[in-house]
């Protein structure tokens, strides 16, 4: 379904689970696990993989991002974090949710990183997976040459300088299957609808510069941060530093020895039960 968050925007959004449910003939709240997909430029079509599993402990919402997906593509001056991270006040507004837990994947993770930054007193919780607090080339081409050799790293090298659709294919192909320590391609998963446009303007607008390290600081809310030690495209230090930002008293961090980019995807086991925990208690 879309939802008009305002100003005529709409977002596509779909939710899974129930938010009230009879127990023991009363309607119990159950809470909001709202998702923020990762990209930019892609859809939420990955959570579709596994985040059903939440269900019985939350309501889960999953949507795309303004400019991404099935939501209106708008203009590229709306292409920027603000904008992302005040639309997930927008969305809760709209939704009449309240105190959500936002979980923010790799890019999304960006996002919620800036929504902590900009509206500190508005999420009950906040998880931050495979993701990172600013960008760093070298710590990423390091990871792919040590991942995918001497080849990944040229490749990678080349795509983030210049995502152009030759270089992107070079980068999917074989850069893709290096995201994650579980046979495949993860960008070959699952069908995605993608933006590459509003892509390219981030990789040379917003994304070599990004520092998010002043955001965490202002967190108000226990913030769970997961990594995977395999992970290329947002390598462990940057978990550790997301980790070293937040204030002491709210932060859980969770390092997996076997994941790539995307911890769910890698040790589900181990990932879906640490997010359980964090949502129930």
């Not at 985040?51 to 292409?79: C, F, I, K």
């Not at 965490?216 to 930002?245: K, N, Y």
Request: charged content about 25%; hydrophobic content about 40%; some cysteine.
């Amino acid at each position: 379904m879309r939802v008009d968050i305002g100003g005529g925007v709409r977002i596509y959004v779909d939710v899974d689970g129930l938010g009230l449910v009879p127990v023991d003939g009363k309607m119990v709240q159950r809470p909001t696990l709202l998702l923020l997909h990762g990209g930019p430029g892609m859809d939420h079509a990955t959570y579709k993989l596994g985040m059903h599993l939440m269900r019985d402990v939350a309501q889960v919402v999953m949507y795309d991002h303004r400019g991404q997906g099935r939501s209106d593509r708008r203009t590229p001056d709306e292409w920027n974090l603000d904008t992302w991270a005040d639309d997930v006040v927008r969305l809760c507004d709209a939704l009449e949710i309240e105190r959500p837990i936002v979980l923010g994947n790799s890019f999304g993770g960006f996002v919620a990183q800036r929504y902590l930054g900009r509206h500190p007193e508005h999420p009950g919780k906040v998880v931050l997976s495979s993701t990172v607090a600013r960008w760093n080339l070298d710590a990423v081409l390091d990871q792919f040459e040590r991942l995918g050799g001497a080849e990944a790293r040229s490749i990678a090298a080349a795509f983030w300088a210049e995502p152009n659709s030759a270089n992107r294919e070079a980068y999917l192909r074989v850069c893709g299957p290096l995201y994650t320590q579980t046979p495949g391609n993860l960008f070959e998963s699952v069908e995605m609808v993608r933006n590459n446009d509003l892509f390219a303007h981030w990789n040379t607008n917003e994304h070599p510069t990004f520092d998010l390290r002043d955001d965490l600081a202002r967190a108000q809310c226990p913030v769970l941060v997961l990594g995977g030690e395999h992970d290329p495209v947002c390598p462990i230090v940057g978990s550790e530093e997301i980790a070293a930002h937040l204030p002491v008293e709210h932060v859980q961090f969770e390092r997996f020895a076997h994941s790539g980019h995307g911890v769910f995807r890698d040790e589900a086991d181990k990932a879906y039960a640490i997010l359980r925990e964090f949502v129930a208690t």
